[in-house]
Nanobody, 120 residues
Framework: VQLQASGGGSVQPGGSLRLSCAASGYIFSINDMGWYRQAPGKQREMVAIITRGGSTNYADSVKGRFTISRDNAKNTVSLQMNSLKPEDTAAYYC???????????????WGQGTQVTVSS
């Protein structure tokens, strides 16, 4: 299973960005998908998670500003980020909990980071 993230960039405070991530390869099933971020000198933290059924969970710092969504048919997950703040600056990583075969086990798969920079 490979994850390809896209959509990062630089934006001014108050601006918006949309991140997308597509899973490919041998995929039998995907459970949770999510976005995490890591700022320089800090640990990676959860930003938003969405279950296969569409239930969501957000970090308190992004509630009301970020929206996660997924397309199960296309194995994609997106993160709409509005009202961005300088403290949102980080490398953003997508993650999928997936298995490749019916008898296989679920494992965590990560995409490459995509940089989001919020600065005036």
């Amino acid at each position: 299973v490979q994850l390809q993230a896209s959509g990062g960039g630089s934006v001014q405070p108050g601006g918006s960005l949309r991140l997308s991530c597509a899973a490919s390869g041998y995929i039998f099933s995907i459970n949770d998908m999510g976005w995490y971020r890591q700022a320089p000198g800090k640990q990676r933290e959860m930003v938003a998670i969405i279950t296969r059924g569409g239930s969501t969970n957000y970090a308190d710092s992004v509630k009301g500003r970020f929206t996660i969504s997924r397309d199960n048919a296309k194995n994609t997950v997106s993160l709409q980020m509005n009202s961005l703040k300088p403290e949102d600056t980080a490398a953003y990583y997508c993650k999928a909990v997936a298995k490749s075969t019916y008898y296989g086990s679920y494992n965590d798969y990560w995409g490459q980071g995509t940089q989001v920079t919020v600065s005036s």
